[in-house]
Nanobody, 112 residues
Framework: QVLLVESGGGLVQPGGSLRLSCAAS????????MYWVRQAPGKGLDWVSS????????TYTASVKDRFTISRDNTKNTLYLQMNSLKPEDTAVYYC?????RGQGTQVTVSS
């Protein structure tokens, strides 16, 4: 059974930082690309970032490039998203994803 469990969300002021984690189980984590996606209030699901199986290749949507960093620890089956210089428009539920499978998500709210 595939399980993805996100954590690390919360309320942060504009300009602040958060680090999201995603614990994966039920598949060979180190063999697959992984993704972060997000859903803002009242909007659809948007891709945020991707990372290759070994972590060598990362890609980002333009709005988060140079502010967010995706990483992974294949020894711990864990995916990360370091989010810096957060903006109100980053407010969303953040999900890690493996193919069409997502976790339950973690809420990130950026507000003063």
């Amino acid at each position: 059974q595939v399980l993805l469990v996100e954590s690390g969300g919360g309320l942060v002021q504009p300009g602040g930082s958060l680090r999201l984690s995603c614990a994966a189980s039920g598949f060979t984590f180190s063999n697959y690309w992984m993704y972060w996606v997000r859903q803002a209030p009242g909007k659809g699901l948007d891709w945020v970032s991707s990372i290759s199986a070994g972590g060598e290749t990362t890609t980002y949507t333009a709005s988060v490039k140079d502010r967010f960093t995706i990483s992974r620890d294949n020894t711990k089956n864990t995916l990360y998203l370091q989010m810096n210089s957060l903006k109100p428009e980053d407010t969303a539920v953040y999900y890690c994803a493996w193919g069409a499978t997502r976790g339950q998500g973690t809420q990130v709210t950026v507000s003063s």
